[in-house]
């Protein structure tokens, strides 16, 4: 079956510093979505990305879907204190999403 | 707008006993899904209903867990009898297009 494999599983960045989660499909995706899920919370939908190549931005966060459709990459500039908590690529064919195990980030001010 | 509730919030419960959560999804989501993540590990995919229908149950463990959604409204998830590794936080989800709306999970420990 399909997976999806997330790397690193632990980030702690200094306050100020950039990161990236990477993420990793088996298989070709027809999208791939990202949530984040504070601590002691559920998962929150980020943003969703179809087209192969395709770069979306949330003011300090840029999602990027690789050419073939099989990976993904977050990347979080000038991180805040705000960014804690665990952030999960999910793979998408049909209606069913496979999750990554996460990145779950901690900030040292 | 009401988003995705889930209840109980917490259930400790022994093994051998008996557990149902339930989800309540937003209103007019067809679509249902219910999730697990054992700790530190990934969030699995247990099944979806398209409203009264299982869609796919293919993430379900055993046959120890029972879904239903009568009336493609609000939906249950039986845990009969626990095992120690039925430990985890279980979470709903509900969708009308693509995006999938989470509930806040009920976590659940097994003694």
């Known amino acids: 079956g399909q997976q999806v494999m997330q790397i690193p599983q632990y980030q702690h960045v200094q306050e100020g510093e950039d990161f990236t989660t990477y993420c990793n499909s088996s298989?070709?995706?027809?999208?791939i979505q990202w949530y984040k899920q504070r601590p002691g919370g559920h998962p929150v939908f980020l943003i969703q990305l179809v087209k192969s190549g395709e770069v979306k931005k949330q003011k300090r966060l840029t999602f990027q879907f690789g050419e073939a459709k099989k990976n993904s990459s977050l990347h979080i500039t000038a991180t805040q204190t705000t960014d804690v908590g665990t952030y999960f690529c999910a793979g998408k064919n049909d209606y069913k999403l496979s999750f990554g195990a996460g990145t779950t980030v901690t900030v040292r001010a | 707008e009401a988003g995705v509730t889930q209840f109980p919030s917490h259930s400790v419960i022994e093994k051998g006993q008996t557990v149902t959560l339930r989800c309540d999804p937003i209103s007019g989501h067809d679509n249902l899904y219910w999730y697990r993540r054992v700790m530190g590990k990934e969030i699995k995919f247990l099944l979806h209903f398209v409203k009264e229908s299982k869609q796919d149950e293919s993430g379900m463990p055993n046959n120890r867990f029972l879904a239903e959604r009568t009336g493609g409204t609000y939906s249950t998830l039986k845990v009969q009898p626990a095992e120690l590794e039925d430990s985890g936080v279980y979470f709903c989800a509900s969708s009308h297009m693509q995006t999938q709306y989470f509930g806040p999970g009920t976590r659940l420990l097994v003694l």
């Open positions: 298989t070709t995706l027809s999208n």
